[in-house]
């Protein structure tokens, strides 16, 4: 059935407005999407195989893939992948992990335990502890130039976080910190209370273990 055969109530454009979104069907919501067909095939056609196309391959379809949807321009292709994007940016997403104690902050952190290089690990949280994002800072032997507070602090500032936790792996599976662990902690704690961004803890990891230095008095 083509979109001229349709009576015009029951066009999806005309049903939108009348019935809203939620009483059209996903293939009635492509339709609507895209508008009218042209020469190589009609609207209906095109919504038909564009559905196929995402049942197969999910929502995230590649320009390329879409392409190749006869009747389908770069224009209505690009409105549609328009359109998915801005829609998956303002989905309510899952409910972050809220970080409470240094237990909870390893469990995020598990990822880094076995590594054979040394990882230095920010968790960014908001006002409420609950994770924002986690990040690796840098990837080699933990040091004060690879661990600048600009580096440590820039996607924190960036996304108005409350506090962090950074971590670190011992891949020589010992949990005591060195020297150069305390003074980086140091430092990162009282660059944290120029910015208004606290430092809540630093946690050492081994693949059986952690050491924590909030638990240990070390930060306060």
């Known amino acids: 059935m083509r979109i001229k055969d349709l009576s015009k109530i029951d066009r999806p454009r005309e049903k939108l407005k009348i019935k809203g979104p939620t009483h059209l069907s996903d293939f009635e919501l492509l339709m609507a999407i895209f508008g009218s067909g042209n020469k190589q095939a009609d609207v209906t056609k095109i919504a038909h195989d564009v559905l196929s196309l995402i049942k197969k391959k999910g929502i995230n379809l590649a320009f390329s893939q879409l392409e190749q949807t006869k009747g389908l321009g770069s224009t209505k292709i690009s409105e549609l992948?328009?359109?998915?994007?801005?829609?998956?940016?303002?989905l309510v997403k899952p409910e972050q992990p809220i970080i409470n104690s240094a237990e909870d902050a390893v469990s995020q952190l598990n990822d880094i335990r076995d590594k054979r290089q040394e990882y230095f690990v920010c968790l960014t949280l908001d006002g409420a502890n609950r994770v924002i994002a986690k990040r690796t800072i840098t990837i080699g032997t933990l040091n004060s130039s690879l661990s600048h507070p600009r580096e440590v602090f820039a996607d924190a500032v960036a996304e108005r976080a409350a506090n962090i936790i950074i971590a670190h792996n011992h891949p020589s599976g010992v949990l005591k910190p060195s020297e150069n662990d305390i003074e980086i902690t140091k430092k990162l704690l009282q660059s944290?209370?120029?910015l208004g961004i606290q430092l809540l803890d630093h946690i050492i990891l081994t693949s059986k273990s952690f050491y924590s230095f909030a638990e240990e008095g070390l930060i306060m």
């Open 81 to 90: 992948l328009a359109a998915v994007k801005l829609c998956s940016r303002h």
């Open 192 to 194: 944290g209370k120029i």
